[in-house]
């Protein structure tokens, strides 16, 4: 099996759902916003405030590019898409699905966005980041997953109905 490999904005519940998904077809899971913190030692916000926000792209982009698991459930960090190579280094071995929602839910479900580890520029506000990235996530998306006012579950199950797969829960 391809890796199953999930991307769209913060808080769109990659990694929630990334783990959901992992349990149900049997595979493993892996996320590179830990697999980051753990290689620098610190929390993604205490890498973008420490080092700013290039370094942070840069060591995002090294991270992924270190990602040689097969039969896995991937969840990204929302700014893996600015890394042409770190999506090319996903896509080989991987189905990119794009996690989907409408501005006023990202909003609605980020209320820490200071301390999250957010990766966007001084000044910028998430209605820019949003509309920055849309075209980016449509762009790599091999499935687009519509998620707006779905649970975790619903969301699983509709990528499982997408995909076309009978395994579930």
């Not at 990334?18 to 899971?29: N, Q």
């Not at 990602?67 to 090319?88: L, W």
């Not at 001084?122 to 707006?148: F, H």
Request: aromatic share 6%; net charge neutral; with cysteine.
């Amino acid at each position: 099996m391809k890796n199953l490999v999930l991307i769209g904005m913060p808080a769109c519940g990659k990694s929630t759902i990334g783990v959901i998904l992992a349990k149900t077809v049997g595979v493993g899971f892996l996320d590179t916003d830990l697999l980051l913190q753990q290689r620098e030692g610190k929390r993604l916000q205490e890498i973008i405030d420490g080092h700013g926000l290039p370094y942070f792209l840069r060591v995002e982009e090294h991270a992924i590019r270190s990602v040689t698991c097969r039969d896995t459930v991937i969840a990204t960090g929302g700014s893996a898409v600015y890394s042409e190579n770190a999506m090319r280094h996903l896509r080989r071995n991987g189905i990119l699905i794009y996690l989907k929602l409408p501005y006023e839910e990202v909003e609605s479900r980020l209320n820490n966005i200071k301390t999250r580890g957010v990766a966007m520029a001084k000044g910028e506000s998430l209605y820019d980041l949003y509309q920055e990235r849309m075209p980016l996530y449509e762009k790599w998306a091999d499935i687009t997953v519509n998620a707006a006012g779905l649970t975790a579950e619903q969301t699983v199950e509709a990528i499982l109905n997408i995909l076309g797969s009978d395994k579930k829960e």
